[in-house]
């Protein structure tokens, strides 16, 4: 008992020791630490406390190389930054490879079948060690790559990316049910599951306006098509033009490879046709459709078709999404291979 308390004591002290030093030197561009005081993400941690100032710029400029070569990246980033957030937090678990087949990891859950972007973080965080080792986070390189990634028709980033998160190192298939909503998900459940986040009903409808760009599979909404409530009926609140489309698209039974675009208004554009189809009865998922089934959601809905509102709101909601959970100073790790934790340090 005794033995254990001072050895805390001490491994306490050691660890105040080293903070005092790193702190005097961060002025000096040595690695450290932010200060603390209950702040946990700090904007340009890497240029403020690290020795290596240029991350965020080689981040961007590996961007947008990707997206140069693939459209298809910027969508697939956002998506990947959004099922890491909402499952223990933005630190990159997602990116973990399983290791115990009888326990396997998130990415290994049914809702991964369709994530991408693995590789994109892959050429980065290579290009990263090279410049830096050791020092930037996966969990960092994925939540500003897909800011960037989104960003660049705008010519400027459209949310902030404070950093400084550091990656954990657990990663459980069977934490996805129950944190990430399914497109079958009704808006009390939606609700719900925001709300275990600290997400709001306006962090809900404009989070789901990422749905503006992208794709889905025919097996997330077909049911709504063919058979939504296993009497070969239709769902009533789909639009019924739009579903004889969907139909061609997706015949029954769907190919399980086959994609639709989520916005055929305007495929590629960030912008609020997402809300305008919406209105409309043309929402691809439950999930989309449920967001008009409560006076509040619909009014979040009919608000974010206008001016600057769902910019605004998009922007303020990205950031706390992207600070859900975050490990900090001395939680977590510095990942080296973004696809494993590192080995034990003896
Ligand atoms: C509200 C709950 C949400 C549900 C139920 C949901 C569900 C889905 C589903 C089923 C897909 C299609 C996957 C496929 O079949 O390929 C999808 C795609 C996508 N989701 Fe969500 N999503 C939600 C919220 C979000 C949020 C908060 C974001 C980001 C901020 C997001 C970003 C995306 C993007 C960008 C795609 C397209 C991915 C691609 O083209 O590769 N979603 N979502
Ligand atoms: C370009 O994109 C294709 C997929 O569309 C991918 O296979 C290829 O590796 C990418 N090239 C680079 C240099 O990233
Ligand atoms: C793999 O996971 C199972 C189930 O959680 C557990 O019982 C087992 O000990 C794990 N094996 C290893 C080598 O960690
Ligand atoms: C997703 O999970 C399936 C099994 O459910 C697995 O076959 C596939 O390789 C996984 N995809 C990724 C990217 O890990
Ligand atoms: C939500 O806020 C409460 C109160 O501030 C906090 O204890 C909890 O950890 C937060 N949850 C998440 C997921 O950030
Ligand atoms: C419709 O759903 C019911 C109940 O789930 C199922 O028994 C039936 O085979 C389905 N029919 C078609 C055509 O998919
Ligand atoms: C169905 O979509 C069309 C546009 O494709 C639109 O004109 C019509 O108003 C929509 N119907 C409903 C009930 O929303
Ligand atoms: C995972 O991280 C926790 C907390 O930092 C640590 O206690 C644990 O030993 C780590 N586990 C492994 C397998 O690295």
């Not at 904007?43 to 406390?49: C, E, I, L």
């Not at 399983?98 to 972007?117: D, R, S, V, Y």
């Not at 400084?164 to 990430?180: C, E, Y």
Request: charged letters at 20%; aromatic letters at 8%.
């Amino acid at each position: 008992m005794k033995r254990g308390l001072s050895f805390l004591l001490l491994l306490s002290l050691s660890l105040f020791v080293f903070e005092a030093i790193t702190l005097s030197n961060a002025s000096l561009n040595i690695d450290g630490l932010p200060p603390r005081g209950g702040v946990g993400l700090i904007p340009n941690f890497y240029r403020r406390f690290t020795r290596c100032p240029q991350a965020e710029t080689l981040v961007n400029t590996i961007v947008r190389i990707k997206v140069q070569n693939d459209s298809t990246v910027p969508a697939k980033l956002l998506r990947l930054h959004y099922h890491d957030c909402f499952v223990r937090g933005c630190e990159a678990s997602i990116l973990l490879d399983t290791t115990n087949t009888t326990n396997p990891a998130e990415k290994a859950a049914f809702p991964n079948l369709t994530l991408g972007g693995f590789d994109v973080i892959d050429d980065i965080k290579e290009e990263v060690e090279k410049e830096c080792q050791g020092i930037v986070s996966c969990a960092d390189i994925l939540a500003l790559a897909a800011r960037d990634a989104v960003s660049i028709p705008f010519g400027t980033p459209l949310w902030e990316v404070p950093t400084g998160r550091r990656d954990g190192n657990i990663s459980l298939a069977s934490d996805v049910t129950g944190n990430l909503p399914s497109p079958f998900s009704d808006y009390s459940t939606l609700q719900q599951l925001f709300d275990k986040k600290n997400l709001t009903v306006d962090d809900l409808v404009a989070l789901s306006g990422a749905h503006t760009i992208g794709v889905a599979h025919c097996g997330a909404f077909s049911k709504r098509l063919y058979n939504f409530t296993g009497k070969g009926d239709m769902d009533p609140s789909l639009n019924a033009t739009y579903a004889e489309t969907l139909k061609k698209e997706c015949p029954n039974p769907a190919n399980p490879a086959t994609v639709v675009v989520m916005d055929p208004a305007r495929v590629t554009a960030f912008d609020t046709s997402y809300f305008s189809i919406l209105e409309q009865h043309r929402g691809l998922f439950q999930s989309d459709a449920a967001l008009l089934t409560n006076t509040n959601s619909a009014a979040a809905v009919n608000r974010m078709k206008f001016g600057n509102n769902f910019l605004s709101q998009f922007r303020t909601s990205m950031q706390k999404m992207g600070a859900i959970e975050v490990l900090t100073r001395t939680d977590g790790e510095i990942r080296t291979n973004c696809h494993v934790v590192n080995p034990p340090k003896n």
